[in-house]
Nanobody
Framework: QVQLVESGGGLVQPGGSVGLSCRGT????????MGWYRQKVGEAREWIASITKPGVATYAQSMIGRVNINRDNDRNAVYLQIHNVEVDDTALYYC???????????????WGQGTQVTVSS
């Protein structure tokens, strides 16, 4: 079994910064791409950023300049920092990974359970 467990988030004041962490556990042989998504109340899940194993990062156009994604391959972990947060950043943030499990010959997508970020003064 593979699990992605997020941490971080919580209540953040507008203009502040928030850091999210996600670590994969279980029978992981390799993780090709890791990323972050978010879902606001009443809206569809939206992609924020992704990062490949060698460290190539891509960002949603709307988030460029305010977010940074990085990963620690030894820990099967991915991190997201959001700067200058706005009320509109309030959402449930999900970690995503494309995982090759030990003994398998195909990659499978896994999701974390989500961590809430609420931006409010």
């Amino acid at each position: 079994q593979v699990q992605l467990v997020e941490s971080g988030g919580g209540l953040v004041q507008p203009g502040g910064s928030v850091g999210l962490s996600c670590r994969g556990t279980g029978n992981i042989f390799n993780i090709r791409v890791m990323g972050w998504y978010r879902q606001k109340v009443g809206e569809a899940r939206e992609w924020i950023a992704s990062i490949t194993k060698p460290g190539v990062a891509t960002y949603a156009q709307s988030m460029i300049g305010r977010v940074n994604i990085n990963r620690d391959n030894d820990r099967n972990a991915v991190y997201l920092q959001i700067h200058n947060v706005e009320v509109d950043d309030t959402a449930l943030y999900y970690c995503h990974a494309n995982v090759l499990r030990t003994g398998c010959d195909y990659y499978k997508e896994f999701w974390g359970q989500g961590t809430q970020v609420t931006v409010s003064s």
